[in-house]
């Protein structure tokens, strides 16, 4: 017996958009090739056509049509990306001509996000948004789509397989809910009890591929996948961060957010993303040397602003600032630092900036323990900041900047 080693081939994909003029559709389909990247596959070749609408049957012109399809068979393509969210209809009819496989954008990030997930919330909120938006697709025939009835006239041939498989779809989506609220309530209760014990938290969002895993590491040692493709990180990971101050924080790595986020996603993930809303301080994370910086900043803005961050300090830390060349200047933001979390630089100004921003819970107190309360001194060392300490023949002069919880403990030590 000889083994054979099989080399898996990598898909070929064209890219096909239609620009409508309601976006930008060359930045969008430069984004969309980094996407089918990530997703494993090799984009060769891209098509753009402008239409006032994409046809309603063919997504693009019937001329356009043929020239896909010349296309395909020369060029050996595996699989078609639309950049747009496709009909049911538009799929088949494209299939139907080509002879090559059809996705569109939704369904491929879909895809990445199922590839990505690792955590049990993440792949429930994959789930449930897959089931989402596959159940509009699902397609019947005429009198099979017919149920059993009852009486004269309504006798037809039962319940048919598209009609089971909604069935079941309505069941699993129902069941992804339930068991998503469980873990949204476990979630809950570790945020109740983290603003019971007075901990600080900093969440970490940007747009995809900004360098939040890649911070994230640098400052807590995280461990967590730092890669240069879109959506590498999915799973919110959380870690103990120690600034300047002495003040220890919980830093928040989150989801990365792309252009025309499908709203299913959003919606599946607004638990993860309420990491964000609820948070003490937000670092909103952008790859300064992309040439469209600003606009993934403003991205990131939006989504905050829907989710009710208008009152949260956020910092805007301009990543990435080591691939800018003297003649690049990085954009120009309010309460920005900059920084390049792959070598440091930067990152003492940005631990002073988060230093600068924590909420006033924090308080500098002036407290005389007794010896009898000497273990609480060695605790203000670990757990807080000490700015002076002085025995006296009373007890212990301690001077130190303390969280809330530590308050509640020291409170009957407090000296004027």
Same mark, same amino acid.
């Not at 025939?141 to 319940?159: C, N, W």
């Not at 309420?274 to 403003?298: K, P, R, T, W």
């Given at each position: 017996?000889?083994?054979?080693?099989?080399? /898996?081939?990598?898909?070929?994909?064209? $890219?096909?958009?239609?620009? &409508? %003029? *309601?976006?930008? #559709?060359? =930045?969008? !389909?430069?984004?969309?090739?980094?996407?089918?990247?990530?997703?494993?596959?090799?984009?060769?070749?891209?098509?753009?056509?402008?239409?006032?609408?994409?046809?309603?049957?063919?997504?693009?012109?019937?001329?356009?049509?043929?020239?896909?399809?010349?296309?395909?068979?020369?060029?050996?393509?595996?699989?078609?990306?639309?950049?747009?969210?496709?009909?049911?209809?538009?799929?088949?009819?494209?299939?139907?001509?080509?002879?090559?496989?059809?996705?569109?954008?939704?369904?491929?990030?879909?895809?990445?996000?199922?590839?990505?997930?690792?955590?049990?919330?993440?792949?429930?909120?994959? /789930?449930?948004?897959?089931?989402?938006? $596959?159940?509009?697709?699902? &397609? %019947? *025939?005429?009198? #099979?789509? =017919?149920? !059993?009835?009852?009486?004269?006239?309504?006798?037809?041939?039962?319940?048919?397989?598209?009609?089971?498989?909604?069935?079941?779809?309505?069941?699993?989506?129902?069941?992804?809910?339930?068991?998503?609220?469980?873990?949204?309530?476990?979630?809950?209760?570790?945020?109740?009890?983290?603003?019971?014990?007075?901990?600080?938290?900093?969440?970490?969002?940007?747009?995809?591929?900004?360098?939040?895993?890649?911070?994230?590491?640098?400052?807590?040692?995280?461990?967590?996948?730092?890669?240069?493709?879109?959506?590498?990180?999915?799973?919110?990971?959380?870690?103990?961060?120690?600034?300047?101050?002495?003040?220890?924080?919980?830093?928040?790595?989150?989801?990365?957010?792309?252009?025309?986020?499908?709203?299913?996603?959003?919606?599946?993930?607004?638990?993860?993303?309420?990491?964000?809303?609820?948070?003490?301080?937000?670092?909103?994370?952008?790859?300064?040397?992309?040439?469209?910086?600003?606009?993934?900043?403003?991205?990131?803005?939006?989504?905050?602003?829907?989710?009710?961050?208008?009152?949260?300090?956020?910092?805007?830390?301009?990543?990435?600032?080591?691939?800018?060349?003297?003649?690049?200047?990085?954009?120009?933001?309010?309460?920005?630092?900059?920084?390049?979390?792959?070598?440091?630089?930067?990152?003492?100004?940005?631990?002073?900036?988060?230093?600068?921003?924590?909420?006033?819970?924090?308080?500098?107190?002036?407290?005389?323990?007794?010896?009898?309360?000497?273990?609480?001194?060695?605790?203000?060392?670990?757990?807080?900041?000490?700015?002076?300490?002085?025995?006296?023949?009373?007890?212990?002069?301690?001077?130190?900047?303390?969280?809330?919880?530590?308050?509640?403990?020291?409170?009957?030590?407090?000296?004027?």
């Amino acid at each position: 017996m000889s083994l054979i080693e099989t080399e /898996e081939k990598v898909p070929r994909a064209l $890219l096909v958009s239609v620009d &409508t %003029g *309601k976006f930008d #559709a060359e =930045s969008s !389909l430069d984004e969309l090739c980094e996407l089918v990247e990530s997703a494993g596959a090799e984009p060769v070749l891209t098509v753009l056509q402008k239409l006032d609408r994409p046809e309603t049957a063919t997504f693009v012109g019937s001329g356009k049509l043929i020239e896909i399809s010349e296309i395909c068979e020369a060029q050996e393509i595996d699989l078609i990306v639309c950049d747009s969210e496709l009909t049911p209809t538009q799929i088949k009819t494209l299939e139907a001509e080509t002879n090559v496989r059809t996705i569109d954008r939704t369904t491929l990030i879909l895809d990445i996000f199922a590839l990505r997930a690792r955590s049990r919330e993440g792949k429930l909120q994959v /789930e449930l948004a897959q089931l989402k938006y $596959l159940l509009p697709r699902l &397609t %019947g *025939k005429g009198i #099979a789509m =017919s149920r !059993l009835g009852g009486g004269i006239g309504t006798r037809g041939p039962g319940e048919t397989k598209l009609e089971t498989d909604r069935r079941h779809i309505h069941r699993r989506m129902e069941t992804l809910k339930e068991q998503l609220k469980d873990v949204e309530k476990h979630r809950s209760r570790l945020r109740e009890r983290r603003e019971k014990d007075g901990v600080i938290t900093v969440a970490i969002v940007g747009y995809t591929n900004a360098g939040k895993s890649t911070l994230m590491n640098y400052l807590t040692d995280a461990g967590v996948l730092a890669q240069d493709k879109l959506f590498a990180t999915l799973d919110p990971t959380s870690r103990a961060l120690k600034l300047p101050s002495g003040v220890t924080v919980m830093l928040i790595d989150t989801v990365g957010l792309v252009r025309r986020l499908p709203h299913g996603l959003v919606e599946a993930f607004k638990s993860t993303l309420e990491e964000a809303a609820l948070s003490d301080i937000i670092l909103n994370v952008c790859d300064a040397s992309s040439a469209e910086a600003q606009y993934h900043m403003q991205v990131t803005a939006d989504l905050l602003a829907e989710l009710g961050c208008g009152d949260t300090p956020i910092i805007n830390v301009l990543n990435k600032c080591d691939k800018l060349s003297n003649l690049e200047i990085a954009p120009n933001v309010t309460n920005s630092v900059h920084i390049s979390a792959k070598n440091g630089t930067g990152i003492d100004k940005l631990l002073e900036a988060i230093d600068n921003n924590l909420p006033v819970r924090i308080k500098k107190v002036r407290l005389m323990l007794p010896f009898t309360a000497a273990g609480m001194a060695n605790e203000i060392r670990t757990k807080a900041t000490l700015i002076s300490e002085n025995y006296t023949s009373d007890g212990i002069e301690v001077e130190a900047i303390i969280d809330e919880a530590m308050y509640r403990k020291l409170k009957e030590y407090i000296v004027e």
